[in-house]
């Protein structure tokens, strides 16, 4: 492979090319970081290259290889991760002024470290909303991550770098987090996959928290294969996060070939109806895998105005010393929403969590009948860069907010969900939710696979968008 | 709901100097309209009558 096929490859093929002494860690390192010096500035994904630490890990994968060690299922994969996850060695500045005046982090992030001993790399941090309070990565201080398909265009968020990065090819695997839509929204808008596990079922540790009710991490990718195997060697218990869940591993990636054979699959309607590319989208997917039957979550818009205020008041009680000292320091984008959720009165709090108990139970009986459920991961395709207000279905929302309008009525009760993209030729990408029931990533992840088995879903490694804005970058 | 009474403005004011939030001038119109937004959201969850016997969704375990 040249040292752009390296860069670009997926993380299947790059594992077992390091594996079988095809390639080496270290070429396939220095193809990543030279693919990155010379996209990266066009794009505005990473924060933080960590090239000298990913040199070193690598050569370190070569030398086991050369000594006989077996490596492990990434080996030389290389990944970076949303800016606030730990790597030991940088600083952790979520997006954020205030945390980049932290001391660099002690340790890895459990995930990470559970990456790196599975053999990948970590190249580096990638740019997200501050603190992750938006759907857009539009950070003042950092600067807006730019979607690989149109560098007008918000990649969404708020791990908006990390979904860019992996579609522009400058990683096979990247890791964010979803308190509301965060990995959601980005895959969809950048056209990649996208893995939001069960609340719980991944360790947080190490990870800069938001609204600690809602928070969970998890990978994206460009194949269904990549994202089950990252998710993979991420699971187990984790004494270091408290909600962590005690449950063994339960690998995806062996059971992928097994697809949807035996699931029962509905269509949600009602508030996940859906309009123009959004409702088109899912009826793709519907139509692929035979399904017509339509089932529909009580009170969803409830449920997310619910979520919108329990994030609001943890994210404001969190950050509540900072607001009082130096609000000012704050990204213009989040400051004024921190400001006011730190003042919400506890009896909403409250009655929102006893309405998500409420709601939760509504749904698990809608699992009885099926195991899958689909909805669109968004309302659009991607916003511009700075656009206040999007057209949906004839009426003008705010286009921020109105980006989680899907995503947000899930995460509040911690359904698995991976995002799988749809792109018409010369459209911008949009995604699918795949929804599971509690604990059955695993089943979400075969219909992922047969549905890009089936060609319905691919995510290609962008090389340059449609827009005259990238021509200064090819 | 709130009632007819209820002035945002005045809330953010005095929720904030309760628990000693200083809100700058220029930053004072944003958290407001956020309050207002907020409180929208808030009113779709109070005005839905949940059983009695239904209780907040963490669970402590000592």
Sequence with gaps: MSGDELARADAAAIATAVRAGAATAVAVTEATLARIEQRNPSLNCFTAITAERALATARAIDEQRTAGVELGPLAGVPFAVKNLFDLQGIITIAGSRIDAERPPAIADATVAARLIAAGAVPVGALNMDEYAYGFTTENSHYGAARNPHDFSRVAGGSSGGSAAAVAAGLVPLSLGSDTNGSIRVPASLCGIFGLKPTYGRLSRAGARLFAASFDHVGPFARTVADLAAAYDAMQGPDPRDPVCAQRPVEPAAGDLWLGGSRLRIAILDGHFAGTGPAAAAVASVANALGVTRRVEIPEAARARAAAFVITAAEGGNLHLADLKTRAADFDQMTRDRFLAGALVPATWVIEAQRFRNWYREQVLGLFRDSDILLAPATPCPAPLIGQEMIEIDGAMVPARPYLGVYTQPLSFIGLPIVVVPLRDPGQMPIGVQIIAAPWREAEALRIAWALERDDVTAAMAVDCCSSSSCSSAA | ?62
């Design chain 2, 1 to 62: 709901m709130a009632d007819q009474s209820f002035n945002t403005e005045t809330y953010v004011d005095t929720a904030a100097a309760l628990i000693g939030l200083p809100i700058a001038p220029a930053h004072r119109p944003g958290v407001v309209v956020n309050f207002e937004r907020l409180a929208q959201m808030a009113a779709l969850v109070m005005e839905f009558p949940l059983p009695d016997g239904v209780e907040p969704a963490p669970v402590f375990r000592p």
